[in-house]
């Protein structure tokens, strides 16, 4: 029976997944995932050079500092793309984009299955099968899980380490070790940030080991030899400066950390209102203030520990971007699913058994419709303008041709035109002389007036124009 629960909230979760599967690449964080996909479809359109990936954008916008001639895109390790591409390439069936995105669902699923497993080890089988299913339905994670980026594989390949480290430890078989570590290796190359959850791992051996010197040297040795190939990819790509945007911002050069907007905008707007729904904190907080199991002892409480310092440390990422919170979703449905499990099993001699059903029945409708009233718009395409005027570039433009696609840097429009190019103008003159052959606007300002009357329109709608940068021509109505 529980078998089945289990079979049915991952089929769940894949039909809510699926909502809009076929939407183009310009909902939310568009430019973020377009700059991942277009360098999937560079693999698929110039073969497979995972050392040297690229993407759509010829600018110096990523970087501020260099133009950027090859389209270099050195951000992680493309695991993600090389499934992408790959799995497009092998069956077409469906677009690159549709295969993105079923490609981060299908990592969800086996997040879904590694957070269900590493509850069921800790703490019992209701309690799993509880955050298996927030891990299914929070809206939040539903969007993000089928998101064309990284991050649902790295939910996969860090939850997945987080489990063979704790039954390698239990049963110290060697298959256990190697797969943790190969998860681990994989993790780091996908981001980084998920070396905090060394923290949870460092307590379960603390618990395990106590200070066992040996141990303890072989460990942190084995996780710098899974760091190594991390370390070896940063150290490739400083050869090509060009092609690795700025960072530095992730770390706090606003001086955002621990202010009050800090924690405003995280723990009140981010996880309190769009993750939560307000009402999810009811659980959440039940769930953090039960008394942990034996077995479970401070593990989850550590893993929560982990989250925090991550947010502390990455506060510049985590304020500028909600995707920064997905790291968290895993132990928030943990405690969500302790929450439950306690409204579930409270002692009829303390609580009354029907009003914490009620309690529980309303705390999650309300989380659930509260957050979707907020994610929805996740999935609308708010400028589809942008899709209509790419289609028209892809029929017009050859398609080795470069464009100038302006939409204030942001990569989603030029990533509709299927073309490399430029995601600014205002100086189209300089990306002439590196090479641009046609512009595209749906904006008609003062730039676009003056280059409809410098060089040939081949084609005025009322939502766009594209011009041809290599012909002057006398412009006529």
Known sequence: MKKILLLL???????????????????WHSWRQADTSAVSRNFVNQGFDLLRPRFDDLSNVATNKYENPEGYRFVEFPIYNLFQAGAFKIWPVVSLEVWGRLVS???SLGSLIWLYLIVKKFLDEKTALLAAFFFAVLPFNIYYSRVILPEPMMLFTSLGMIYFFSRWLEKAKSLDFVLMIF?????FLLKPFTLVLILPLAFLAWQKWGFDKKKWLGLLFSFFLALLPFLG??????????????????FD?????????????????????????????????????????????????SWLAAILLYFVIVAG??????????????ILCVFLAKGASFLLTAPANYFSKWLCYLLLMTSVLFMLAFSWYQVRDFFNINNSVIVEAGQAVDRLVPQDAK????????????????????????EVEKMINLGAEYYVNFNFDAEVDWLSQTYCVIEKTPQWVIIDLTRKCEWTE
């Open 9 to 27: 909230i991952i089929l769940l979760a894949f039909g809510l997944r699926l909502y809009r599967i076929n939407a183009p690449l310009a909902d």
């Open 105 to 107: 669902i299908f990592f």
């Open 183 to 187: 998860l681990a290796v994989l993790s």
């Open 233 to 250: 990819w940063r150290w490739w790509i400083s050869h090509f400066p060009e092609g690795i945007p700025r960072s530095a911002w992730l």
């Open 253 to 301: 050069t606003s001086g955002i950390r621990l202010k009050g907007a800090f924690f405003w905008w995280l723990f009140g707007e981010r996880i309190g209102k769009l993750i939560l729904g307000g009402w999810g904190l009811i659980l959440l907080g039940l769930g953090m203030i039960t008394k942990p199991s034996k077995k479970e002892g401070g593990f989850f409480l």
């Open 317 to 330: 990422g985590n304020i500028q971007h909600d995707y920064y919170q997905i790291l968290a979703i895993p």
């Open 403 to 426: 464009v100038v696609a302006p939409y204030s840097g942001d990569t989603a429009f030029l990533y509709q035109t299927k073309r490399k190019g430029w995601p600014v103008g205002i």
